[in-house]
T-cell receptor
Framework: EADIYQTPRYLVIGTGKKITLECSQT?????MYWYQQDPGMELHLIHY???????EKGDLSSESTVSRIRTEHFPLTLESARPSHTSQYLC???????????FGPGTRLLVL | SQQGEEDPQALSIQEGENATMNCSYK?????LQWYRQNSGRGLVHLIL?????REKHSGRLRVTLDTSKKSSSLLITASRAADTASYFC??????????FGAGTILRVKS
């Protein structure tokens, strides 16, 4: 098991609420990633970070934002949740020069 | 799909049988990786094969890579009920980012 944690595991909220999905890793990895995955579908990269104070948008456009103030912490924020944001969000990390990514257990978000 | 296709989309076999999953991709790669995802969980790395390798083994897993056809296959031998999961290939084109396929859902019946 990788030492990468995501909270909450499940979240049901109403439209318009602001939410933050937490991701933390204790492995000292420099690179971190957020993926969005609909049930039974592929993963889409929405954000990534090469290190502290570095954040980039991924391949799939997302209304969410991220920050990387500490190496171990990479939270994702939705300022105003909508039903279209309903999905599973997976956080991952890796350490250079290794190529393997380590995944957290995911957060399942349902926006009503 | 972002990068390519995996087939079959779903596979159902009996315990003890072999399972083969295929992955095709569109662009040149540095390496190709296979991950497993149990229902509702995160992904777990299984095996990595580099672009200059043709075959790699890890326990009951065998991966092949054909860069001329831009395809890879994952073979799980002597499958077990615990192998039931979704399997994803992911290509590393550089820039420290992976692109995932749509996955194959494997069900192993005991």
């Amino acid at each position: 098991e990788a030492d990468i944690y995501q909270t909450p595991r499940y979240l049901v909220i109403g439209t318009g609420k602001k939410i933050t999905l937490e991701c933390s890793q204790t492995m000292g990895h420099d690179k971190m990633y957020w993926y969005q995955q609909d049930p039974g579908m592929e993963l889409h990269l929405i954000h990534y970070s090469y290190g502290v104070n570095s954040t980039e948008k991924g391949d799939l456009s997302s209304e969410s934002t991220v920050s990387r103030i500490r190496t171990e912490h990479f939270p994702l924020t939705l300022e105003s949740a909508r039903p279209s944001h309903t999905s599973q969000y997976l956080c991952a990390s890796r350490v250079s020069p290794e190529e393997t990514q380590y995944f957290g257990p995911g957060t399942r978000l349902l926006v009503l | 799909s972002q990068q390519g296709e995996e087939d079959p989309q779903a596979l159902s076999i009996q315990e003890g049988e072999n399972a083969t999953m295929n992955c095709s991709y569109k662009t040149s790669i540095n390496n190709l990786q296979w991950y497993r995802q149990n229902s509702g969980r995160g992904l777990v790395h299984l095996i990595l094969i580099r672009s200059n390798e043709r075959e790699k083994h890890s326990g009951r897993l065998r991966v092949t890579l054909d860069t001329s056809k831009k395809s890879s296959s994952l073979l799980i031998t002597a499958s077990r009920a615990a192998d039931t999961a979704s399997y994803f290939c992911a290509t590393d084109r550089g820039f420290h980012r992976l692109v995932f396929g749509a996955g194959t859902i494997l069900r192993v019946k005991s």
